[in-house]
């Protein structure tokens, strides 16, 4: 029956809708939002150096984007346990409920980013300069995290029922990709000095959706100044077009993983 | 749970019974879907309910927790319910019952707990389905609400629906249930009407008899 296949993104769709509408009215939203308002103004109006805004904002928001995007996703993923058990009774497919939930809070996340950073931007006069190509990337990138962490705290939540756990390994793995990571990686490239490191670099660098994320915007920007060890080799090894090609589908395969596992785990969960 | 065996006929309200633990709640889930089960075979209305979803058309649930987003409005929250059923439905009927006229401007997260329950069961019995799950369908509702709830209760039951409840309210299910079924560690210790308990436990009161079933004698 053709209708019935339809029923199916149909009801994911409106289950999206109304997690958004409940997620854009939470007070957290607005803080969210009014963070990155407030951010955006106030680098841009201290630093007349829209470049330079750009960067420190990179630096912000490749931490920031995958620590509020674990924390919203884990919480709400937990706060609606009751109300997903009601919608797992009606006649609605388990995909369409927590895909239909996670795009509702990694959409409205990103609104939030969007927004709140665009209209500082806008303000600016941002269409008279020529940096709009790498403030897009930058809010595109922020998208990719947002949907990425939160699809990773989605899955976290669904293979943990106890919340305090769930939260904890949560946040364990955020501190984990976001400074850990970082550091193992940079004393393994001091212990193995010696040895040619190119190909483990690259590697540990697609590992980690952090370091993807700002070597794509280094070599959007191209400052091999900023590029550092990694950025190098990647703009070594693939040139600067081919390694942000290269790197921007690595991100879209980090979105589509833990999203695929997402579908997976919630089809055989009981609950 | 293992070896359950329970053919539930069309009509008539089944109370559900038995200690914490005895599988109540799994149960009801393995017939919503929600628990899946490594073996065995649930049928509703004729059809399996293996790797079907449809079939949940069938059937009404009252969860036993009343929590639902906190930022929708209770009139967006009913049409949400609307929308993914599509279905006829009785919406405004059971707004005026329950006297929600006054909170569907509210948000949700504002309700008081029986205002929540009011909710949770106008949504469990805004549509026309042959089958009705209700856990614990008492909690937090005030005198009036209750007796709102059970005149619900028994005008779908004269128009011939089946009704499973779970209740810890004896009184309550002494007298709306036609048949108890007992669970005790995941079987079904006993099933039948209200007199075949009593006569088999030989106790005059439903709560004792219900205190008394599951201790095992010899004359049991």
């Known amino acids: 029956m053709p209708l019935r296949q339809l029923q199916y993104p149909l009801n994911m769709f409106k289950i999206l809708k109304y997690s958004f509408f409940d997620l854009m009215r939470s007070r957290w939203s607005y803080v969210y939002f009014m963070f990155y308002l407030l951010l955006g103004f106030v680098l841009l109006f201290l630093n007349n150096d829209i470049s330079k805004a750009v960067i420190t904002l990179m630096n912000i928001i490749i931490v920031l984007v995958p620590l509020i995007a674990t924390i919203f996703g884990v919480m709400y993923y937990y706060n609606s346990k009751e109300f997903t058990e009601l919608l797992l009774a009606q006649p609605v497919k388990r995909t369409s409920i927590f895909l239909g939930q996670y795009l509702g809070v990694a959409g409205s996340l990103t609104l939030s980013l969007i927004f709140g950073l665009g209209i500082p931007f806008l303000c600016y006069g941002l269409f008279r300069s020529m940096v709009i190509w790498d403030f897009a990337l930058l809010l595109v990138v922020g998208g990719f995290l947002t949907m990425i962490f939160t699809a990773l705290a989605f899955n976290i939540s669904l293979s943990n029922e106890n919340k305090i756990k769930g939260f904890g390994y949560a946040v364990l793995m955020w501190l984990f990709l976001a400074v850990i990571y970082d550091g193992i990686f940079l004393v393994s490239l001091i212990v193995f000095e010696e040895y040619p490191l190119d190909n483990f670099s690259l590697a540990a660098t697609m590992l980690n959706p952090i370091d993807l994320s700002r070597t794509l915007i280094l070599l959007k920007l191209d400052i091999s100044a900023l590029l550092g060890y990694t950025g190098a080799v990647f703009k070594q090894f693939f040139g600067t077009n081919l390694g942000f090609l290269v790197s921007l589908g690595t991100l879209i395969l980090w979105t589509v993983l833990p999203i695929s596992r997402l579908m997976l785990k919630s089809k055989r969960k009981d609950f | ?220």
């Open chain 2, 1 to 220: 749970m293992n070896n359950l065996d329970l053919d539930v006929e069309n009509g008539g309200i089944y109370a559900v019974l038995g200690p914490n633990g005895s599988g109540k709640t799994t149960l009801i889930k393995s017939i919503l879907g929600m628990v899946i089960m490594d073996d065995g075979q649930i049928e509703v209305s004729g059809q399996s309910i293996k790797n079907n979803w449809l079939y949940r058309k069938e059937i009404n649930y009252l969860p036993q927790i009343a929590n639902f987003p906190g930022n929708l409005r209770v009139n967006e929250l009913i049409k949400m319910i609307k929308d993914l059923r599509n279905k006829n439905n009785r919406a405004d009927e059971l707004i005026q019952l329950f006297n929600l006229n006054s909170f569907l401007d509210k948000k949700l997260s504002t309700l008081s707990g029986g205002t929540k329950q009011k909710v949770n069961i106008l949504l469990a019995f805004m549509f026309d389905s042959p089958v009705y799950i209700l856990d614990e369908p008492t909690t937090g509702l005030d005198p009036a609400a209750l007796l709102n709830l059970k005149d619900l209760i028994r005008k779908e039951k004269q128009a011939g629906k089946t009704i499973l409840i779970t209740s810890h309210i004896l009184q309550f299910v002494e007298e709306m249930a036609d048949q108890i079924i007992y669970l005790l560690e995941g079987k079904i210790y006993f099933r039948g009407t209200m007199q075949s308990l009593l006569k088999k436990t030989h106790q005059t009161k439903f709560d004792h008899a219900i205190a008394a079933i599951a201790i095992p004698s010899e004359h049991v």
